[in-house]
């Protein structure tokens, strides 16, 4: 990467970020629109065409090399579609070929979100210095990527190391994917706040009844905020336990909102680790927090671009 510059998006269903990072990691230049997630196809692409037209005003533009992207997903990187869940008017949208056209050609690289996070992680974050690691998002939804060998693995269609929705309840809840008992279905915020709420658990004044308020009540002592959290850290422990037997992973980087109970969540997950991760070859396994926040989308975005177009081969 040395003095090149790679452009970098981020595509969510809030919000549409774009941003220059240079070999550091750092982000030169940035430019962000809310996604208008319940609007038609041509009308999201407009804010991705907006951001870019607002990047490539930077006289640091012609600097670019490259385009990253990090979706929400699914993704197809061998398509270059995007079809994410909560952005219903794109379904297998063509985003590579239009942000490549919108960029005067130059290389676009496409990965899931998650993918995207694990790289920013394995650059600059709290999985560096570790050949194989599962990084993860714990927030509305999980998910969620791989290192193996030193290097990123997208899979062929940029979605390897979806975690959230690996089941770990074989006769549990129904997932909106489709299938039962998923990781995302006991352990995203939303269904960590479900359970507080069904178990009889009630928000404060303010009336906040989110996972990050069931966190404050376990933090207070509150038994049934505590058993939710409990149920979410053994969920993220089966997933990483197997994951971890599967490909042999070193170290789990845990971020996203939920991450930020802290030891509510941490504590309970190295206990829950502790009974599912058992063979000799995976009780090593480090469990930390995600470090890189709400930038590890596009430095990602960015690192993934170059690392999966030149093989790993730079100098990052
Ligand atoms: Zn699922």
């Known amino acids: 990467m040395h003095t090149d510059l790679v452009a970098a998006l981020d595509i969510g269903g809030t919000k549409i ?7 550091s990691g750092a982000l030169l230049v940035r430019a962000q629109r809310p996604t208008p997630a319940r609007e038609s196809a041509e009308k999201v692409m407009g804010a991705v065409t907006e951001v870019l037209a607002e990047l490539s005003g930077s006289p640091l533009w012609e600097r670019a090399t490259a385009v990253g ?26 985003l590579v070929e239009r942000v490549g056209k919108a960029v005067g050609g130059l290389p676009v690289e496409l990965v899931g979100d998650g993918v995207a996070m694990t790289a920013a992680e394995h650059w600059l974050g709290a999985a560096r210095g570790y050949d194989n ?13 791989l290192v193996l060998g030193g290097k ?18 074989l006769d549990g809840d129904l997932c909106p994917c489709g299938s039962r008992g998923c990781v995302e279905r006991i352990a995203s915020g939303p269904n960590i706040a479900r359970r507080a709420l069904e178990a009889g658990w009630r928000p404060g004044p303010d009336g906040d009844a989110s996972a990050a308020a ?7 002592g509150d038994q049934v905020a505590i058993a939710s959290f409990e149920r979410a850290a053994q969920a993220l422990a089966a ?4 994951t971890a037997t599967l490909v042999e992973i070193d170290i789990a980087v845990i971020g996203g ?10 504590a309970p997950l190295r206990r829950a680790l502790r009974q599912y991760a058992t063979l000799s070859f995976v009780q090593q396994l480090t469990v930390a927090p995600a470090v890189m926040g709400t930038d590890a989308g596009l430095v990602g975005a960015a690192a993934a671009a170059v690392r999966v177009s030149s093989g790993g081969a730079v100098a990052v």
Not at 257 to 266: E, N, R, S
């Open 17 to 23: 970020a774009a941003g220059l990072v240079d070999g």
């Open 69 to 94: 992207i990090g979706s929400a997903g699914p993704v197809d990187a061998s398509a270059g579609t995007v079809s994410p869940v909560n952005v219903p008017g794109w379904r297998d949208f063509p």
């Open 133 to 145: 690691a599962l990084c993860m998002v714990v927030s509305t939804g999980v998910g969620g990527g």
């Open 152 to 169: 990123l693995h997208p899979g062929p269609t940029g979605n390897a190391g979806h975690i959230g929705h690996v089941s770990v309840d």
């Open 214 to 220: 069931v966190a404050a009540a376990a933090r207070a």
């Open 239 to 242: 997933g990483i336990a197997a």
């Open 257 to 266: 909102g939920v991450a930020g109970a802290g030891d509510i969540l941490f």
